[in-house]
């Protein structure tokens, strides 16, 4: 009879331990899974942080003073390439003109270019004139 | 039996020990857990990386500043610099109004190419300024007055002069058109007038339709013939207009006035026509009573003029270059009616006038 006792009793601890573990397992892991995803993303921002500081060199004046000497070279080397630039923009833009001009004298030629300009001419200058009463009185 | 029983107490005491050490396993574990340390190991590595940017913003500082320095003006690199300098705000000054020409040139060329339709576009802006000027002598707003003068039957032998004399004293009329009036001279060479009628469109003037015959007698092709009579004489004269201008007239006059002709032709019907033609007509206010019977002198036709003219602000004067005496007339009031206040204006449909036209005089 002890022995029967026994044994359920100890079938009772048994099954007691088994879910009183599973229970622990249940309520604590989660949290600390998320307390170990904010330190490993404040670690991960850690390494971006120290990944964009490379390349960032300390001053230096040796260095400067070199970087400056062919930054002047460069800047002077841009600046007559610019003033090349223009200078043959100029040329494209004088010969652009003179085409313009043989187009315009070509286009202000003829009888009824004379007679719609002359008319334009006569009716601008009557327009600005009664314009002109417009704004005087 | 008594062999089974020990191996299953011996089972069981294996599986109750292993279920209490299990079970204290995961007590120490939950003891110790501390979620503290983690947050402060957190914080802790987000101070670090906090470091770190503020670190490097201060050297990309430094940096920037290293590269101000470097980044010199031209004109500060000796007188090579400062020439470069020069020469590239020049070229750029140069460039630019080489531009500005290139576009001016190429806008004047698209203006040259369409002329037609530039001077039809400043014609409508006359036109529609000189509305606005009539509005504003309407509501008393000025005492600028504006005088119509109207010239009916051209062209002439005399209608040249008129133009001239008109461009010469800075001033515009209209012309009542009619291809085959009696007195319309240079009828007998269509080319001459041609040119005559071109000249009126150069000079500003307004070119209207008169009927083509001016037959407007009992037995006439205007009113005496029938309404399709009227409408042929009527399109006739404008398409003549066109062919010669390049313009479509839109103005037209009655020969006689439109109370002759209303009392041969039946007005509604007489407005159908003329609108699907694209008129509007008009009579005047004002008469030099220059015709073949009456035959003023110069004197009489001036006086008449100086009479009539001055008692309307909007006034619109009928009178016949064919009469060389209105002509003449015509050339010494210009300039005192000027001295008046007057403008002398061409016609167009914008104005104020139509619709408000009656004959005053005689």
Redesign the interface.
């Known amino acids: 009879m002890k022995?029967v006792v026994?044994?359920i009793l100890?079938?009772l601890?048994?099954?007691?331990?088994?879910f009183?573990?599973m229970t622990?397992?249940e309520?604590?892991s989660g949290?600390?899974q998320r307390?170990?995803g904010?330190?490993d993303?404040?670690?991960a921002?850690?390494d971006?942080?120290?990944a964009?500081?490379q390349g960032?060199?300390?001053?230096d004046t040796a260095e400067?003073e070199a970087?400056?000497i062919e930054?002047?070279q460069l800047?002077?080397e841009q600046?007559?390439g610019?003033?090349d630039s223009?200078?043959a923009?100029?040329r494209d833009?004088?010969i652009?003109?003179s085409a313009?001009?043989e187009?315009?004298a070509a286009?202000?030629t003829g009888e009824?270019?004379d007679?719609?300009?002359?008319?334009?001419d006569?009716?601008?200058?009557?327009?600005a004139?009664?314009?002109r009463?417009?704004e005087d009185? | 039996m008594n062999a089974i029983?020990k191996t299953?107490?011996i089972l069981?005491?294996l599986?109750?020990a292993?279920?209490?050490l299990?079970?204290g396993f995961?007590?120490f574990?939950?003891a110790s857990?501390e979620?503290d340390a983690?947050?402060s190991?957190?914080?802790?590595?987000?101070a670090?990386?906090?470091n770190?940017?503020a670190?490097?913003r201060r050297?990309?500082q430094?940096?920037l500043q290293?590269e101000d320095?470097?980044?010199?003006e031209?004109s500060k690199?000796g007188d090579?610099?400062a020439a470069?300098?020069q020469?590239?705000n020049d070229?750029?000054a140069?460039?630019q109004e080489?531009?500005d020409?290139?576009a001016q040139?190429?806008q004047?060329?698209q203006d040259?190419?369409n002329?037609?339709q530039?001077?039809m576009d400043?014609?409508e802006?006359?036109a529609n300024?000189?509305r606005?000027?009539e509005d504003?002598i309407n509501a008393g707003?000025?005492?600028?007055k504006i005088c119509y003068w109207t010239f009916d039957d051209g062209p002439s032998y005399n209608t040249e002069e008129v133009i001239d004399a008109a461009r010469e004293m800075?001033i515009?009329v209209s012309f009542f058109t009619a291809r085959e009036a009696n007195q319309n001279a240079p009828n007998d060479d269509p080319e001459a007038e041609k040119q005559v009628l071109?000249k009126m469109?150069?000079?500003?003037d307004s070119v209207c339709n008169h009927t083509w015959s001016h037959q407007y007698g009992v037995y006439g092709n205007v009113y005496g013939m029938g309404l399709d009579s009227f409408r042929e004489m009527v399109k006739k004269q404008g398409d003549w207009i066109y062919e010669c201008t390049?313009i479509q007239p839109d103005i037209f006059r009655f020969p006689g006035g439109s109370g002759w002709a209303f009392s041969f032709i039946n007005r509604e019907e007489t407005e159908k026509i003329l609108d699907e033609l694209g008129y509007k007509w008009i009579d005047w206010t004002c008469d030099l009573i220059d015709n073949a019977i009456a035959n003023p002198s110069a004197d009489a036709a001036y006086s008449t003029a100086m009479y009539q003219i001055p008692q309307l602000k909007i006034a619109m004067i009928l009178s016949h270059d064919w009469n060389y005496n209105s002509v003449q007339a015509f050339k010494r009031a210009v300039p005192e009616l000027q001295a008046r206040g007057y403008?002398f204006?061409?016609l167009f449909t914008q104005s104020w006038t139509f619709g408000n036209t009656q004959i005053l005089f005689p």
């Open positions: 022995k026994l044994t100890l079938l601890v048994a099954v007691a331990g088994g009183g573990t622990f397992r309520q604590y949290q600390i307390y170990q904010q330190v993303a404040a670690q921002d850690l971006a942080a120290v964009d500081s960032i060199v300390p001053s400067a970087r400056r930054q002047e800047l002077l600046a007559q610019e003033a223009l200078t923009e100029g833009l004088d652009a003109i313009a001009l187009e315009l286009a202000q009824e270019y007679y719609y300009k002359a008319a334009y006569s009716y601008a200058e009557g327009r004139q009664v314009e009463y417009l009185n | 029983w299953i107490d069981l005491v599986l109750a292993a279920a209490l299990l079970c995961y007590y574990q939950v857990f979620p983690y947050l190991r957190a914080s802790e590595l987000t670090q990386a906090e770190v940017r670190e490097t050297r990309q430094e940096q290293q320095v470097l980044a010199l031209l690199l090579n610099g470069l300098q020469q590239i070229l750029r140069e460039n080489k531009q020409y290139l040139l190429q004047d060329t040259a190419r002329m037609r530039v001077a400043e014609r802006a006359f300024a000189i606005r000027l504003k707003e000025t005492d600028v800075g515009f071109r469109v150069m000079n500003g390049g403008i204006l061409p």
